[in-house]
């Protein structure tokens, strides 16, 4: 048994019923190179369909087959209501999508918020005046944020270039 198998194990127990986890499913997983983040359960047509992601990928296992579906060819979701009988649509780049009109088991608003398409903004501070640059306000720039903090941790922009930059944050003394 991998490292991934073990922990892919333990998360998949926290939320589907042992019922569902046959040794079919188990034999998948094994194969399964990926270590899985968010998992929810959908009761579909043909059967209960169990929708799991990773880093860069999700997968949908029904019937006995694992099918791969990668996040970048997400176009958009649309969470439309939370479990239980919770209902997502996630729609495709090559105009096809995915319904899931029953989830039953985990969390929904989670697993959409990790395949959904994460467009990051990077904005450039170099050989700019002081107050003068862009600022980020937006909490989509979280990221931009995170990374600014780094820099100025690791010593390669000052303290009052950070605060420029992130006016949100109060500042004593200012």
């Not at 190179?33 to 369909?49: A, C, H, L, T, W």
């Not at 996630?90 to 467009?119: C, H, M, T, W």
């Amino acid at each position: 048994m991998t490292d991934n198998y073990s922990i892919n194990m333990q998360r998949i127990n926290k939320v589907i019923p042992n019922t569902l986890v046959t040794d079919v499913f188990k034999r998948t997983l094994k194969k399964l190179q990926d270590r899985i983040s968010q998992i929810i359960v959908n009761d579909g047509q043909d059967g209960k369909e169990i929708l799991m992601t990773s880093i860069h990928n999700f997968y949908r296992y029904a019937n006995g087959e694992m099918t791969l579906y990668k996040k970048d060819s997400v176009k958009k979701v649309e969470f439309v209501k939370g479990t239980p009988h919770g209902k997502v649509i996630i729609k495709f780049y090559d105009f096809s999508d995915l319904k899931l009109n029953d989830i039953v088991y985990g969390r929904a608003f989670d697993f959409i918020q990790d395949i959904k398409p994460k467009e990051i903004n990077h904005a450039g501070y170099d050989n700019t005046i002081r107050g003068e640059f862009p600022q980020l306000l937006d909490p989509d720039h979280a990221e931009e944020i995170d990374r600014l903090r780094r820099w100025m941790q690791d010593g390669h922009i000052s303290h009052y270039e950070y605060d420029d930059a992130n006016p949100v944050y109060p500042k004593a003394g200012k």
